[in-house]
């Protein structure tokens, strides 16, 4: 037999087994895994390095398009082009993004000026979730069922922003759409009226600088708000995972709900793992890089999420990627020195996503490999009807691979990644381990620190209903 690439002498890690096995490639996909193989157009030696399924970055946000007057006014610096490749360098060769419904708008119209953003721009395969702002009859009614139909299986509501939230009603008449089409949703869980009435009063005793943002949104906050959303969905009966979750305590309302049944899953962010509110406290306005919602916490919020990480608890580590440069069009976006509240949400972390959770859970001792893939590719693609196409290495799956690199020390430099923000939160970390050489469909996108193939190439990706609900009558609603 003969294969387009053989990958010979590397360790092959999967989230269920870790062995020393050859891969050939052929036509884009993986269609040997063999103790030895020859006969490649092309033979890769990977000896002394991890071969990886290609992370999927199930939470990134490119290029989208800010609501009519919201808050910050602030325009994101990555589009398809530069957000696909600096993910690739990163050993990331699936991206979700999300297509965003705006108020008074058309849904359907979303996704498709979204399609045209990203036709022809991603180095690497790509999909969409859909965003809801304003369920009206005719987009819960029409174009939400025929969106799902059309390979979008996976929605994201907002409990909070004031241009994005729904109230419980909305995400209820939501959720009973999505248990009908058998999507699964995704949100973003923050007590909205507690937060606005703590700003308010942050504000009134001149409490603006980029820390008080912490203070803005405490942890009860968000803990109420995952029970809230918890309820709702154990009411509908519809799937959940609950976004960005910041720390032990929200936490601990996934573990509660999955005791009783809830079929919820949880996702974090590294910088949750990593970072703390102490960011925010940087002189001037540099905390303002380090605002995100749900804000950074403590230091025992982080090792409750490193627990989580560690016990099952947490399912899926996405970066959360939201480029907003430091500057008038970005952070600053509403004055060199305007209040936290101003301030446009999120950081960049799409390349340092797998970089730092090797190095940090692995390499330290606090999750095995195969706990690796599973965080960072495998649930993912099973949660967003992409498995096994995506997200592991198995014949038939696309041969997305990264070949990791699993001594290589690199101190984190901003001036080194290929996002087009000017900062990141992690500059001067050390981690060990990154990826050498990475593949899409079997193409080498990235080798050695170099891009080697052309943005454009990645396709856009139809979702299979989430493998949630495949647990059947596990999901159970109410009425
Ligand atoms: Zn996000």
């Not at 029409?142 to 299986?153: D, F, N, S, W």
Request: glycine letters at 10%; aromatic letters at 6%.
């Amino acid at each position: 037999m003969t294969y387009d690439t053989v990958i010979q002498g590397g360790t092959v890690a999967t989230a269920a087994d870790v062995v020393r096995a050859d891969i050939g490639i052929r036509g884009g996909r993986i269609v040997t895994i063999a103790d030895r193989l020859t006969g490649g157009d092309t033979t890769i030696d990977a000896g002394g390095r991890l071969v990886l399924p290609g992370g999927v970055d199930a939470h990134c946000h490119l290029d989208q398009p800010e609501a009519p007057g919201e808050e910050s006014g602030a325009v994101m610096a990555d589009n398809f082009r530069s957000g696909s490749t600096s993910a690739a360098f990163g050993g990331t060769t699936t991206i979700m993004c999300f297509a965003v419904q705006h108020r008074g708008h058309s849904l359907t119209a979303a996704v498709d000026d979204y399609h045209r953003r990203a036709d022809g721009e991603s180095l690497i395969d790509y999909g969409f979730h859909l965003i809801l702002s304003d369920p009206t009859p005719a987009v819960l009614g029409q174009e939400l069922p025929a969106l799902i139909r059309r390979g979008h299986t996976s929605l994201k509501l907002y409990m909070t922003y004031e241009s994005m939230r729904l109230n419980d009603r909305q995400l209820l008449e939501v959720f009973e759409v999505a248990r009908a089409e058998r999507a699964i949703v995704l949100v973003h869980a923050e007590n909205h009226d507690l937060l606005v009435w703590l700003t308010e009063r942050l504000e009134a005793q001149g409490r603006t600088a980029p820390y008080a943002h912490a203070l803005s949104r405490p942890s009860p906050l968000e803990s109420e708000a995952t029970h809230r959303a918890v309820t709702l969905v154990e009411i509908a009966g519809v799937p959940m995972v609950v976004v960005h979750m910041s720390g032990g305590e929200p936490l601990e309302e996934v573990r509660r709900a999955r005791a009783r049944g809830v079929t919820v899953f949880a996702e974090t962010c590294p910088h949750y793992l990593m970072l703390t509110a102490a960011e925010l406290s940087r002189p001037g306005m540099l905390g303002a890089k380090c605002i995100c919602s749900p804000p950074l916490r403590d230091d025992n919020a982080r090792a409750g999420m490193w627990r989580g990480i560690e016990d099952g608890t947490v399912d899926i580590v996405n970066s959360d990627h939201a480029p907003y440069r430091y500057d008038k069009q970005g952070k600053l976006s509403a004055g060199p020195n305007a209040p936290f509240s101003k301030v446009a949400n999120g950081m960049p972390g799409l390349e340092t996503r797998m970089p730092i959770l090797f190095s940090e859970g692995v390499v330290k001792g606090r999750i095995d490999l195969s706990r690796f893939v599973a965080l960072t590719a495998s649930n993912n693609a099973k949660l967003y009807g992409l498995h096994p196409r995506k997200g592991t290495i198995a014949v038939g799956a696309d041969a997305d691979l990264a070949l990791w690199d699993p001594e290589k020390r690199v101190t984190i430099r901003n001036d080194d990644l290929h996002s087009n923000c000017d900062y990141t939160p992690y500059e001067g970390m050390e981690v060990q381990g990154w990826p050498q050489t990475v593949m899409s469909r079997g193409v080498v996108v990235v080798e050695d620190g170099a891009l080697k193939a052309a943005p454009g190439r990645g396709r856009f990706l139809e979702q299979a209903t989430s493998s949630a609900w495949g647990t059947g009558d596990k999901i159970k609603a109410w009425v």
